[in-house]
C-alpha cells in the first residue's frame, strides 16, 4: 500500500488589535487540518516512520504513549488506514478514556504498565512482543531521527519567509525537523520553542540529538503553567478567547501554551516592528475533550 497523505495545511493570518499596536503581522499554518485523527505534526512524525516498518516488511506497529497521547491515536488511525496492526503500550494502570475508546475504535491492542516498567521501551517491546517477528517499535511520541525528516517537510509548504516560527515541543522531535527544513531553505527565520513540560531546558538536547546542523534557535521554558497537562484559569480563559475570536480550535496541552507565549511576548514587544511571526498549529484538539471540565 502507498503510504500517502494529501496534505492540506494552508497558512492563515490571524488579526488581533494587540498585533496592530506592535506592528506584527501573525499567521498560523493549519497543520490541525491535515487529518482528525493523524492530526498536525503526528501525521509528519510518522510518514517515514511507516515507510521504514513497510520497507522492513513488518505489519505490526507498537508504540507507547500516555492514556491522552495524541501520538497513540495518530498511530493507531494511521495504521489502520495504511493496512498495518496496531499495539498501543500505555503508561500507568488501566483506564479508559476518549482518547483510548478512539484508538481501540481503529483496532489498537492497549497493553498497560506500571509507570516504573514503563520507562524502559525496549525491554516491554520485547516482553510484550518478542516474538512477533511482524512488531515494528516505534518509540514514545514517534522521536525519530524518521520523524525529524518528515517535519522539515513542513518548510517546504511556506508560501513565505518568517521572521519568526513559533511550535510547542513534547519530545522536541517536530522543532528539530522544521530547523533542519529552515535550513535547508537557507531561511533566515528565528525558530521558537515552547516546551510544555517543567523544567523543559533540557528540551534543547532533545532537539539537538535530531538537528542535521547546529543551529541557533529560542525556548522559552516559562510557559508550562505548571507541568505537562497542568493549566490554570489564565491559560483556559485564555483559550476560550483565542477560539471565540479567531473559530480556531487550540486545547490546554501543546497549542495553546504555544499560543499563550506568542500573545504574552507579542505584548511585551519582543518582536520587531513590522516582524511576519508564524505560529504551528501542530494539532492535538482531542486533547480537548480529556479536559472539559476546566472550562
Ligand atoms: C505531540 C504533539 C506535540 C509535540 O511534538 P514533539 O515532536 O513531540 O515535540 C505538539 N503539539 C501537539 C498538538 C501534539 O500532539
Given at each position: ?163 519568526h516560527i513559533f511550535c510547542a515541543c ?126
Open positions: 500500500m502507498n503510504i500517502h497523505l494529501e496534505i492540506f495545511s494552508p497558512v492563515q493570518p490571524i488579526s488581533n488589535p494587540m498585533f496592530d499596536a506592535r506592528g506584527v503581522k501573525v499567521f498560523i499554518k493549519r497543520d490541525d487540518l491535515i487529518h482528525p485523527m493523524i492530526s498536525g505534526n503526528k501525521w509528519r512524525k510518522l510518514k517515514y516512520v511507516l515507510k521504514k516498518a513497510q520497507h522492513q516488511h513488518k505489519t505490526h506497529l507498537v508504540t507507547f504513549g500516555g492514556a491522552y497521547s495524541n501520538h497513540l491515536l495518530a498511530t493507531a488511525a494511521a495504521a489502520a488506514k495504511f493496512g498495518f496492526k496496531s499495539t498501543g503500550i500505555v503508561r500507568g494502570e488501566q483506564v479508559d478514556n476518549n482518547t483510548l475508546f478512539l484508538c481501540r475504535l481503529h483496532g489498537m491492542q492497549l497493553k498497560f504498565t506500571d509507570r516504573d516498567s514503563y520507562r524502559d521501551k525496549p525491554a516491554l517491546f520485547k516482553q510484550f512482543l518478542g516474538d512477533d517477528e511482524q512488531a515494528f517499535f516505534i518509540d514514545e511520541g514517534g522521536a525519530s531521527a524518521e520523524g525529524a525528516l518528515g517535519c522539515s517537510e513542513l518548510v517546504d509548504e511556506l508560501p513565505e519567509i518568517y521572521d513534547g519530545t522536541g522531535t517536530t522543532a528539530a525537523g522544521i530547523i533542519n527544513g529552515l535550513n535547508n531553505h537557507q531561511h533566515k527565520t528565528t525558530f521558537n520553542a515552547v516546551p510544555v513540560f517543567k523544567n523543559g531546558g533540557f528540551i534543547k538536547d532533545e532537539i539537538d540529538r535530531f538537528l542535521t546542523h547546529p543551529a541557533n534557535y529560542n525556548v522559552y521554558t516559562d510557559y508550562h503553567f505548571g507541568g505537562y497537562g497542568k493549566a490554570n484559569h489564565e491559560l483556559i480563559s485564555f483559550i476560550k478567547n483565542f477560539v471565540a475570536d479567531t473559530g480556531i480550535l487550540i486545547e490546554p496541552v501543546y497549542t495553546g501554551k504555544m499560543m499563550y507565549a506568542l500573545y504574552d511576548l507579542i505584548e511585551k514587544g519582543k518582536f520587531e516592528p513590522g516582524s511576519k511571526i508564524l505560529a504551528i498549529h501542530s494539532g492535538g484538539i482531542w486533547g480537548l475533550l480529556g479536559m472539559k471540565d476546566r472550562f
